[in-house]
């Protein structure tokens, strides 16, 4: 089992910024994906970044350029850095954790952009 939290949501006017953090503990030697969705009123949850265990990073097109996402190993924590940040990103963000066959989800932070 791999336990996942989050933080560092709320509000912010356009153009400001927001770093949110996911902290992974438990059977976290598995993970070889982590990563960020995020799914907004009446929307289906959709992909943000991800990072694998190599390092390699992807990210949605709508994001690229202003979101950056990085992990700290010895921290077992994965980071979204939001830059430039739009009102069409407002949404709740889930933390996303892979190993092997099974996902593992976070319970959300809500992030509001104000225009």
């Known amino acids: 089992q791999v336990q996942l939290v989050e933080s560092g949501g709320g509000l912010v006017q356009a153009g400001g910024s927001l770093r949110l953090s996911c902290a992974a503990s438990?059977?976290?030697?598995?993970?070889?994906?982590m990563g960020w969705y995020r799914q907004a009123p009446g929307k289906q949850r959709e992909l943000v970044a991800t990072?694998?265990?190599?390092?390699?990073?992807t990210y949605a097109d709508s994001v690229k350029g202003r979101f950056t996402i990085s992990r700290d190993n010895a921290k077992n924590t994965v980071y979204l850095q939001m830059n430039s940040l739009k009102p069409e990103d407002t949404a709740v963000y889930y933390c996303n954790a892979q190993a092997t066959i099974t996902y593992y989800w976070g319970q959300g932070t809500q992030v509001t952009v104000s225009s």
């Open positions: 990072i694998r265990s190599g390092g390699t990073t």
């Open positions: 438990g059977s976290i030697s598995r993970i070889n994906v």
